[in-house]
T-cell receptor, first 111, second 111 residues
Framework: EAQVTQNPRYLITVTGKKLTVTCSQN?????MSWYRQDPGLGLRQIYY???????DKGDVPEGYKVSRKEKRNFPLILESPSPNQTSLYFC??????????FGPGTRLLVL | KQEVTQIPAALSVPEGENLVLNCSFT??????LQWFRQDPGKGLTSLLL?????REQTSGRLNASLDKSSGRSTLYIAASQPGDSATYLC??????????FGAGTRLFVKA
């Protein structure tokens, strides 16, 4: 089954404690992306990757890092989380001229 | 800078009614446009993808149109059902590989 998986699904952490949210897709897609969704602000793109070792900033990259060492994986790293990064995070992938497929989301609370 | 607007922000209709959701974008240089559905607390489900060279796409009771020159897309839902109640999001994929989402239309279909 074609899918995008994210882990963890729920995470509570404290300010400054480094964390990683993993994302994996099994569709051999080159393009992957991370979004955050906040009430009243909608979905905003954090980072995207067009292929292995090729990443670029979206609209809200501050405070986040990404890496793309393998085609299937695109982890999101918060080196020093802050309360304003409390949000619902989505990972997505898309193939050439295809739809974007979204993961189930990761709900993050930073205290 | 590309901006995507969805009107109305919320809509309540009786079951059986046909309805139209609107999406407008400021820069016509898009690669494609995609409509999604999001249920409360859940991820995004792709409904329809329209390539920039296409005028419309249909899937079941759904029909999406695209007018690139005027920066508009519409999602037509025929014979609405209570199960159609959800938030509907449109997103444009730009030539620069970014994805910009609208804020969504929250639809409620009354039985």
């Amino acid at each position: 089954e074609a899918q995008v998986t994210q882990n963890p699904r729920y995470l509570i952490t404290v300010t400054g404690k480094k964390l990683t949210v993993t994302c994996s897709q099994n569709m051999n897609h080159e393009y992957m992306s991370w979004y955050r969704q906040d009430p009243g602000l909608g979905l905003r793109q954090i980072y995207y990757s067009m292929n292995v070792e090729v990443t670029d900033k979206g609209d809200v990259p501050e405070g986040y890092k990404v890496s793309r060492k393998e085609k299937r994986n695109f982890p999101l790293i918060l080196e020093s989380p802050s309360p304003n990064q409390t949000s619902l995070y989505f990972c997505a992938s898309r193939g050439p001229q295809e739809t974007q497929y979204f993961g189930p989301g990761t709900r993050l609370l930073v205290l | 800078k590309q901006e995507v607007t969805q009107i109305p922000a919320a809509l309540s209709v009786p079951e059986g009614e046909n309805l139209v959701l609107n999406c407008s974008f400021t820069d016509s240089a898009i690669y494609n446009l995609q409509w999604f559905r999001q249920d409360p607390g859940k991820g995004l489900t792709s409904l329809l993808l329209i390539q920039s060279s296409q005028r419309e796409q249909t899937s079941g009771r759904l029909n999406a149109s695209l007018d690139k020159s005027s920066g508009r897309s519409t999602l037509y839902i025929a014979a609405s059902q209570p199960g159609d109640s959800a938030t509907y999001l449109c997103a444009v994929f730009t030539g620069g590989f970014k994805t910009i989402f609208g804020a969504g239309t929250r639809l409620f279909v009354k039985a």
